[in-house]
């Protein structure tokens, strides 16, 4: 049993759900403001500026692959507490740990568009989304055996959420995986599995459920 | 028919609407926190203060610009939100676009204000502005077609929506167009068109309807 | 007589509200992030790294005061929103000229930091102050004659308001205008000054109206 | 008695809690930004960018930490707010002193991993703490004697309010003295304290009261 200060302490699922679209907000803004731009140093003529910016090219694919993860996990993380009837402590602590993870997402990026041909970066990158998946999971699971999920939940929803998680997480973790292959064909699946989810209803016309 | 993960996911206009305004925060401030001010070893005097100062006129004028664009597409984004009556997964990835455009504007602000003379920099920097407009017109479209629109929303406020981003995108890729005679003068009509749009209602007095 | 987009547009002022807390957060934290701090090769012993920090003596007045700037028109906007009954464009865009006044403060500050004893920093600085009276105070005259604010909003109250803008701009005014004799003294009259509008009700004791 | 401008302003608890979820949100997320990662000219092979990662170990401890602090006094002041049943403009300023702290926390945080082995950064680092946990006492004690808690708070959770501070804060100046033996075992006694306080109620059941 929690002591009472653990009882009455981090219950606002309003002040969780701010804090969170502050951090990701954040996240994804400054992602984008760490990309090195040419500088007139660098460019004395219209041809010369854009081939500088072509040739940035690699980096653009990786904070865009950022930008998509930072998304997914925003609307993963904004349908769970959607089904949330009350926060506790626990709950809050361990979304404090999932924005930690979200956090770093610019930090590996950075380390990503530095080291792009490297099997380290690559595996860097995979534990992040990892622990953001496994965050998210652990949350669920919480919620679940807490009692904290709203009573009009029906059961088929807890366990979509659930089964996306995982299935999203095998997929990335093949994707990874193939960074022994090439780190080239790494980046390439898992922006496509991210795209699949963002573009996911384009695609999935005719399907019943997943 | 969507699968029922995708049917849950990201439904809350609320948090889409703080995750918007925290985009919107963040950007706004970066934006001017980017500018250069001279430092201690390059002004000796209050008179070489001031004239370094007066030199950064040109950055000013962009950074204003894009304040100005930021102020503009938050505005008008929360006009459209404001009369759609419930989320979807789709609506809150097409806004996730637009957000993701948001998030490059200071970064084509300051590629403009580093190479404010080059065609290819104006081109980007409209090509950003091009964006931005097409996602908020994509969005609204999906929300009419998609029967999010609230009830109450006259038919003249829809269509007024749409009217609203198209002229302001022909009257934005004129002004970018100029760029072929000088780029000044693009982005001093796009500098225009915006302060239009922003202080409109002291012009428009008398005019019955746009 | 407004155009019926301009009728519709940006009118939440929820949203106004939100966009303001997260440029006053930005701005807030980033001013502090801007100071300078001692590097490993500045300090080779705790003697060297205590006497380096505090030479940033300075550095740490001016900052502190930006703080105290952000927090008294964080406060002044909260007041007048929370007697405002309905948004309307007008007042989102005076609003948002505000806002710009707001993202412009770090900047000023890092000028005022880097050129302590110059006239020409201290100027800057106190035009950033008067632009940020000047718009909550063009803020409140358009709300007041656009009839936008709460009915339950006594007469006295109304005037406070704009009582409180202008002697605080006088007392500013007169606090830069001592940089002629020493810019010291002008940031220290200007600290004084917020100081009392900080913590006002401590020294304020007895007195009945203001 | 205070004077009419300070009995309407800054009396939303709204905004404050917004504001201080957005300066948590850039805090936290700025402090990870702030961390060195190797770049292409120091790592040539995937060995050597492993090892250049694996020696930013003490960083990454300084950062986790001051995420740590960070998300246990964001729940700290949440919880007293959620507590209370309106704001005051002394309430607010308590707040925004408590806040300027938190803004803080980046810059003790950088100078703490600069400086790791120095007892004089180890005394900065727990001065803020200190006065993070010296600000929210004062907001509550400002609270209880202003009669703004919320009339079904039991006393006893007013006193565990105080009491969590209280203990927390004798934990951490007892971790902070030990920089007297060793500026490490310092850091190791506080993160402790702070893993404690996190995940206290895996470690807790069975007590019930605190």
């Known amino acids: 049993m929690p002591t009472l200060y653990n009882r009455i302490q981090g219950?606002?699922?309003?002040?969780?759900?701010?804090?969170?679209?502050?951090?990701?907000?954040?996240?994804?803004?400054?992602?984008?403001?760490?990309?090195?731009?040419p500088t007139a140093a660098q460019a004395h003529s219209e041809g010369e500026l854009l081939s500088a910016l072509a040739s940035l090219g690699p980096q653009w694919i990786t904070y865009g692959m950022?930008?998509?993860?930072?998304?997914?996990?925003?609307?993963?993380?904004?349908?769970?507490?959607?089904?949330?009837?009350?926060?506790?402590?626990?709950l809050a602590w361990i979304h404090l740990g999932f924005l930690f993870a979200v956090t770093l997402v610019p930090l590996s990026t950075r380390l990503l568009a530095e080291f792009i041909t490297y099997r380290v970066a690559v595996g860097i990158y995979w534990l992040n989304i990892l622990v953001l998946g496994a965050m998210l999971y652990w949350g669920w699971m919480h919620a679940a055996r807490a009692g904290l999920i709203k009573d009009d939940t029906p059961r088929e929803v807890q366990l979509s959420i659930c089964r996306r998680i995982?299935?999203?997480?095998?997929?990335?973790?093949?994707?990874?995986?193939?960074?022994?292959?090439?780190?080239?064909l790494s980046i390439a699946v898992i922006v496509l599995v991210q795209l699949n989810y963002a573009v996911a209803p384009r695609l999935g016309r005719g399907r019943k459920s997943a």
Chains 1, 2, 3, 4 share one sequence.
């Open 11 to 37: 219950r606002s699922l309003e002040r969780l759900a701010a804090l969170s679209d502050g951090i990701f907000a954040v996240a994804m803004t400054l992602l984008v403001l760490d990309m090195h731009l």
């Open 66 to 90: 950022s930008f998509l993860t930072l998304g997914i996990f925003w609307a993963g993380q904004q349908t769970q507490l959607s089904h949330i009837a009350e926060g506790t402590r626990d």
């Open 166 to 184: 995982l299935i999203a997480q095998l997929l990335y973790a093949a994707g990874a995986a193939l960074c022994f292959v090439r780190t080239w």
